[in-house]
């Protein structure tokens, strides 16, 4: 995020820009953090205040007043109180020019609810009060946490991450699994095949289904089960274009059995010019085919990498 913006968002209160988009720090008596989100299909950003109840009842409930704000506000995505934070999520503008016009007056509301209604600064887990609190990501939520909460979720995070290495993975049953789940994304690359399409989309699902069907099947995915998965995948493009192929000539003659049709497409490939528009298509489903799936197991590893991981920012 380009600094005049975060300097016009920050306004001189003591947050300054961290890592992966995010403004944070210890702002008119609350901790506060701001993160830009990008990878989701409607661009946001996150404001978060971490603050409870003080010694009296607000006039005005938390979630009364989150409610009003959403409703006044149409780029109001989302508005919750969770953990002791108060969450609003709001359109990100497609300007850079307009962020902080945007971001501010939803960011001075909430500072101003919690203040009038004498709510406390705490950890954004325990809720405790008079803690020096930490920004850190705790399986991918970035929030301010005191050291204690820090200290509990890095062991309970590294506890799963053992326990989940330590599964046994049945690589046979796995691969049953695989297989199966790329049966049905056969089927899908066949149906779209006759109505004249070669999508992308069906690459996408046949990688899901024998990921599912792997991990179901198998115990858990690891990396040789990813592997494994993606090379059924592969194979799977090939004999659903040969189904696509033989069901589409099957009915274009009557005399032609499914498995004639089969069968028969190596006769076919002899002729140059179906065999250069047969290869163009295939190759047309592997280009869409790895288009989906190699950023789909990119980031299906560091996901999962995430659901573990436990850092100060």
């Known amino acids: 995020m380009k600094e005049k913006v975060v300097g016009q968002i920050v306004r001189g209160d003591s947050m300054t820009q961290g890592p992966n988009n995010i403004v944070s720090g210890y702002a008119r008596g609350y901790y ?33 007043f989150l409610a009003e704000l959403k409703a006044e506000n149409k ?53 405790k009060e008079d803690v020096s609190s930490s920004l850190c990501s705790v399986s991918g939520n970035v929030q301010f946490i005191c050291e204690e909460c820090g200290a509990q979720n890095e062991q309970l995070l590294n506890n799963a991450q053992t326990q989940e290495q330590n599964r046994p993975v049945n690589i046979i049953a796995g691969i049953v699994g695989a ?31 024998s990921f599912k069907g792997f991990e179901l099947l198998g115990g858990r995915l690891n990396i040789p089960g990813i592997i494994i998965c993606v090379v059924i995948d592969f194979v799977a493009v090939y004999f659903a274009h040969n189904i696509a192929l033989a069901v589409a000539i099957s009915q274009e003659f009557d005399t032609f059995s499914f498995s004639d049709a089969y069968r028969y497409i190596p006769m076919l490939l002899k ?43």
């Not at 508005?79 to 945007?102: F, G, H, M, T």
């Not at 789940?181 to 690459?203: C, D």
């Not at 290869?279 to 990119?298: E, K, N, Q």
């Open 179 to 209: 297989l199966l789940g790329a049966v049905i994304g056969i089927v899908l690359w066949v149906i779209i095949y006759q109505m004249g399409y070669i999508a992308s989309i069906v690459g996408f699902i046949m990688m899901i289904c």
């Open 75 to 127: 780029q109001v995505l989302a508005a919750n109180y969770i953990d002791s934070r108060l969450e609003v999520a709001i359109r990100r503008p497609a300007l850079l020019k307009n962020i902080a016009d945007a971001v501010t007056p939803i960011l001075d509301k909430m500072w101003d609810y919690v203040k009038q209604n004498g709510f406390v600064t705490c950890c954004g887990i325990c809720g």
């Open 271 to 313: 002729d140059s010019d179906v065999a250069a528009e047969y290869y163009r298509d295939l190759c047309m489903g592997y280009g869409l085919t790895a288009l989906t799936i190699i950023p789909s197991v990119i980031n299906h590893v560091k996901s999962r990498k995430a659901q573990y991981e436990f850092k100060k920012l």
């Open 32 to 64: 506060t953090l701001i993160q830009f989100i990008e990878n989701v299909s409607v661009p946001q950003i996150v404001i978060r205040i971490n603050a409870k109840e003080g010694s009296y009842t607000p006039a005005k409930p938390v979630q009364q």
